[in-house]
């Protein structure tokens, strides 16, 4: 799994964005400080939290250009890591939790 992490383009927003080799998907994550409770995150969006919801790297970067201003190369470093988990499998833990969330 990846995870890069950029400021947002509102104050105190964070996003994330990577590759989920587990669940084969790309993934944007954006979070900012929660209005009520001290030291928590509220998410604002959550893309790629399914099996094969994103997969490409342009789809994710497009998502989260709405929320960050961005690398212009970003789409080639998440293709690269995406690569770079091609001869990786799931152990028997991550088969039984993708079973168990998402079915056979």
Same mark, same amino acid.
């Given at each position: 799994?990846?995870?890069?992490?950029f400021?947002?383009?509102?104050?105190?927003?964070?996003?994330?964005? *990577?590759?989920?080799r587990p669940?084969?998907?790309?993934f944007?994550?954006?979070?900012r400080?929660?209005?009520?409770?001290?030291g928590?995150?509220?998410?604002?969006a959550?893309?790629?939290?399914?099996? *094969?919801?994103?997969?490409?790297?342009?789809? !994710?970067?497009?998502i989260?250009?709405?929320?960050?201003?961005l690398?212009?190369?970003? !789409?080639?470093?998440?293709?690269?890591?995406?690569?770079?988990?091609?001869?990786?499998?799931?152990g028997? !833990?991550?088969? !039984?939790i993708k079973?168990?969330?998402? *079915?056979?």
């Amino acid at each position: 799994m990846s995870r890069h992490q950029f400021p947002g383009i509102e104050p105190g927003t964070r996003v994330s964005i *990577g590759w989920d080799r587990p669940l084969g998907t790309f993934f944007v994550q954006v979070l900012r400080p929660h209005p009520h409770l001290t030291g928590e995150d509220e998410t604002v969006a959550w893309h790629g939290a399914h099996p *094969g919801e994103l997969t490409t790297a342009a789809a !994710a970067v497009t998502i989260a250009s709405r929320w960050a201003d961005l690398p212009a190369d970003l !789409a080639i470093t998440l293709e690269t890591d995406r690569l770079m988990t091609l001869g990786q499998s799931d152990g028997e !833990a991550q088969i !039984a939790i993708k079973r168990r969330f998402f *079915g056979d």
